[in-house]
């Protein structure tokens, strides 16, 4: 059943196996606020189980370009499009959140971001691979990020 993120009053549903919810549930949060300032758009998760394609498919551009996999469990997952650009969000039991930025018309942007929640380690499997630079939100505390260009079609 899908999930309409409301960033005016945050909650924890359907992240309560993460160690971090309340961080996670901020950093969800904070993107969803993101989206409907930017481009009026309503942020909605599903549970995993009922993303597996989307969570495919984020799996599948980190090992073919990075051959990185994640160890943490999926919690949500959502793939929207707005302005040209296809969205997708998988958020982790850890505190990781994946997007992957796909600028549909050839020649746009192409990039993974991860985020680490409030609170959460550097997952082993991206320690020694990125730098993350840290950012202060209202909704999730500090909020840790990296990204990659993608090079590849996908």
């Given at each position: ?31 969803a606020r993101y989206f409907k300032n930017k481009y009026d758009h309503t942020f ?111």
């Amino acid at each position: 059943m899908a999930y309409t993120v409301d960033f005016a009053h945050v909650s924890t549903e359907g992240l309560e196996a993460s160690p971090v919810a309340e961080a996670l549930a901020g950093l969800r949060a904070n993107e969803a606020r993101y989206f409907k300032n930017k481009y009026d758009h309503t942020f909605t998760v599903v549970p995993a189980s009922q993303a597996q394609a989307e969570i495919d498919y984020v799996h599948r551009i980190l090992e073919q370009e990075r051959d990185l996999v994640i160890e943490s469990e999926p919690l949500e997952a959502t793939q929207f499009e707005v302005d040209g650009i296809r969205w997708t969000y998988v958020f982790y039991a850890s505190g990781l959140s994946i997007n992957v930025l796909y600028t549909l018309a050839d020649g746009g942007k192409r990039a993974v971001g991860f985020k680490l929640s409030d609170g959460m380690e550097v997952p082993t499997e991206l320690a020694s691979r990125f730098k993350f630079a840290r950012q202060k939100s209202k909704l999730a505390g500090t909020i840790r990020g990296s990204y990659f260009v993608i090079k590849g079609a996908y």
